[in-house]
């Protein structure tokens, strides 16, 4: 029995920062700043947002998508590298906030950008092993960039929240087929205990970091399940930034077309634990019956995810946004993620 993908959530702060105001504020150029990362805006989250108040509303959101009670949910994983307090798990207040069963798995992850999908692996695991019916797996972040590092056009807020149970729950959208994990000892991003903001490596993080796990992880998902990029309908990467995902499907032979539904990252930025599982979403939303998923996440430190996964009935759409989108100066934005921190 493998398992499935019933109900799925997002949010997005409805706080944005466009990259001419960062670059202007520091006096640099942002034509090449959008040249080289690709991103024209990002979320910026608000003085009452942190990481688990958006947690809560892509799992409320999740949740009624996937059509069930919420009590019927006995396992929830948060990833994050911003949970808001560093001892209390994040996981044990969505039981409560989110009406979860009391007799409830539930832990805090931490793996840099993609604790998400971490989370994603574990309740996996245990709805194929039949030890729950539900779970729901979590990827959200606020984070953190020093005022004026390379970080700061990039580091956005959000989260998504899956809903997983057995591929023939009559809710399913999309079954699991298949996942692996890359991982190696790579310091190419860290943030010392104490300290507000992370560090990283500049350069370093490319090769020997991104590209060399992401690549390993999508060749071995391909080998293993006998696939070729042909065979992909979704290609969805993890995105710090527009440039590396694009040069990583270029080089294996992917289409734009195969990476457009869950290229998400222009006009939010990088969304940490959350961004490859929005990009999940926004695939899950148009994709067709039948379809093919593949899914390689990116956490510093280092490690990949994959994921092969088939669509069991056309994509569903999730309510619109109708909030007002405010953009914020460079001075709004310094006091508002300072507040929000």
Known sequence: MKSAILGFGTYLPRYRIRTEEIARHWNQDPNDIRRNL?????????????????????????????????????????????????????????????????????????????????????????????????????????AQARPGNALEY??????????????????????????????TDTPDFWRAAGEKYPSHAGRFTGEPGYFQHVRTALQGMLDMEKRKPSDIDHLILHMPNAKFPKKVAKEFGFAEEQLEHG??????????????LLGLCAVLEQAKKDESILLV?????????????????????????DREVQELTYSEYLQQTKTAA
């Open 263 to 276: 290229f998400i990252v222009p006009l939010i930025g990088n969304t940490y634990s959350a961004c490859s």
């Open 38 to 142: 690709g991103i024209t805006e990002k979320t910026v989250p608000g003085p009452d947002e942190d990481s688990f108040t958006m947690a809560f509303e892509a799992g409320k959101q999740a949740i009624e998508i996937a059509g069930i009670h919420s009590s019927e949910i006995s396992a929830i994983f948060v990833g994050s590298e911003s949970h808001p307090y560093a001892v209390k798990p994040t996981s044990s207040m969505l039981v409560a906030a989110l009406e979860l069963h009391p007799f409830c798995h539930c832990a805090d992850l931490e793996f840099a950008c993609k604790a998400g999908t971490a989370t994603m692996q574990i309740v996996d695991s245990m709805v194929r092993a039949k030890q729950i019916d539900y779970g729901i797996a979590i990827g959200t972040d606020t």
């Open 297 to 321: 996440s990116y956490g510093s430190g280092a490690g990949a995810d994959a994921f092969l996964m088939t669509m069991l009935r056309d994509g569903v759409p999730l309510p619109p946004d």
């Open 154 to 183: 990039t580091a956005a807020a959000g989260a998504a929240a899956l809903v997983l149970g057995q591929e023939k729950s009559p809710q399913a959208i999309c079954r699991i087929d298949a996942t692996l994990s890359f991982t």
